[in-house]
């Protein structure tokens, strides 16, 4: 497979993981905002600004944390080149390169979502319609993955796309949980409060897994159970662990289509051993932030290395 192409199918699923993952967290910042008073919701509202890493850029642009400036400032702004309509056309533009490698189903759910979306994110974004458009690309996420799962050989193709997901999916999990010590909380005297139990809340919906977590643990949010769900369990999909050992998976297939190893596996394994034998009393010990800096500077030089290893810009 050219580099190229594949580069493609890496770029197409880390943008569409990126969207989706933009989509829920603006999801749960907007339930979040809208059961708390003026002053709180803004504050709400600059957490999710901040945990997309776009503050700064926004304080330049804007003055104020108020709901529709930051879900258009997110969605459609153009002064926001990492948007979410530019990161779905750039799902699009990375499937026309790889078209000759994907479905004709994925090709029809990539095209019919961008439309959608296209449409829908060439106006303001109201209060009206914000929750559509959030639902909208949730589904088309679900669509293309359906697309992926159900009608790809499990060739090269699949496995660049797959190794796209699991990169994109473990960096937005372990900054969303990041958050919660740094941007959410606003004092350790909130901890236990049911401010702190509505903010773990907003951590689980943001990264889907609210129902998982309550069938698991009937509904007792407190933060070690939180941060053994999200980092170590890995029955639940966006899980760090399952992360992980999905990119693990997905790597051992690609060397052995290529009938060697690269520098990608050599640091898949260091990051197995990092985190094979963790418990929560070695997570908080460590530290929580200090933990998950670390897992996000080594699921980032994976996906580096993955790029050198199949050379995507040759």
């Known amino acids: 497979m050219l580099g190229r192409t594949a580069n493609g199918l890496f770029w197409m699923f880390r943008y569409l993981e990126r969207a989706e993952n933009t989509a829920r967290l603006l999801e749960a910042g907007l339930r979040m905002a809208l059961t708390r008073d003026i002053v709180s919701a803004r ?5 999710v600004i901040s945990t997309l890493g776009l ?29 979410v309509r530019e990161m779905f056309g750039a799902v699009r533009s990375n499937a026309r390169v790889a078209r000759t490698s994907i479905s004709s189903e994925m090709w029809e759910a990539v095209n019919e979502s961008w439309m959608r979306l296209d449409k829908m994110l060439s106006r303001p974004v109201g209060q009206g319609s914000v ?27 699949y496995h660049f796309a797959r190794a796209g997901t699991y990169v994109e999916r473990a960096e937005s999990t372990a900054r969303i949980l990041d958050m919660k010590y740094y941007l959410l909380l606003p004092s350790l005297n909130h901890v236990g409060s049911s401010l702190d139990s509505g903010q773990w809340d907003q951590v689980l919906r943001s990264v889907a897994g609210a129902s998982a977590y309550t ?45 060697r190893e690269g520098d990608s596996n050599e640091l898949m394994r260091s990051a197995d051993m990092a985190i094979a034998e963790t418990s929560p009393d070695d997570i908080f010990d460590q530290g929580l932030h200090e933990f998950l800096i670390d897992y996000i500077a080594r699921n980032a030089a994976i996906g580096e290395a993955i790029g050198q290893d199949y050379r995507f810009l040759a």
Not at 43 to 47: D, G, H, L, M, T
Not at 142 to 154: E, F, I, K, N, Y
Not at 215 to 242: C, H, K, M, T, Y
């Open 215 to 259: 069938w698991l643990n009937a509904a007792e949010l407190n933060a070690r159970g939180i941060v053994e769900f999200l980092v170590l369990d890995e029955r639940f999909p966006r899980s760090l662990a399952f992360c992980r050992s999905a990119l693990r998976d997905t790597l051992r297939a690609l060397a052995r289509f290529h009938g």
């Open 43 to 47: 504050e709400e509202w600059r957490s």
């Open 131 to 157: 929750g559509e458009v959030v639902s909208t690309i949730r589904r088309a996420g679900t669509q293309v993955h359906g697309a992926l799962d159900g009608s790809m050989l499990r060739n090269e193709a």
């Open 55 to 83: 503050r700064q850029q926004y304080e330049a642009a804007h003055d104020d944390y108020e709901g529709p400036l930051v879900w258009n400032y997110v969605l459609r702004d153009k002064s926001n080149a990492g948007n």
